[in-house]
């Protein structure tokens, strides 16, 4: 076992300890999202932040407009799950 998966092991044992506990398959912890869906999600954010970055210094309006669009279509589909959380009572 490496270190990275025993740290994680003894991280679920202690959790389980005091009656913390995490879902680990792909569907949890989200409504609508996979597991995949959602690491797809961070990486996008950060390629964004980078493109955006990248558009304003030079001088790319028209670019760094489309971006943002993009971070708010995301944000729109963070609010769906959120929602969702709250008309289902899946929340924490």
Same mark, same amino acid.
């Given at each position: +076992?490496?270190?990275?998966? %025993?740290? $994680? ?17 792909? &569907?949890?912890? =989200?409504?609508? =999202? %996979?597991?995949?869906?959602?690491? &797809?999600?961070?990486? $996008?954010?950060?390629?964004?932040? $980078? ?18 669009? &993009?971070?708010?279509?995301?944000? +729109? &589909? ?15």
């Amino acid at each position: +076992m490496s270190k990275q998966q %025993t740290e $994680s092991a003894s991280f679920v044992e202690k959790a389980a300890l005091f009656g913390i506990q995490e879902e680990q398959g792909y &569907e949890a912890p =989200f409504v609508t =999202f %996979t597991w995949e869906h959602w690491q &797809e999600m961070q990486a $996008s954010m950060v390629q964004r932040f $980078s493109r955006f970055q990248r558009a304003i210094h030079y001088k790319q309006a028209n670019v760094a407009i489309q971006i943002a669009q &993009e971070v708010i279509k995301m944000g +729109m &589909e963070w609010l769906d799950e959120a929602t969702l959380w709250i008309d289902t009572g899946t929340h924490p």
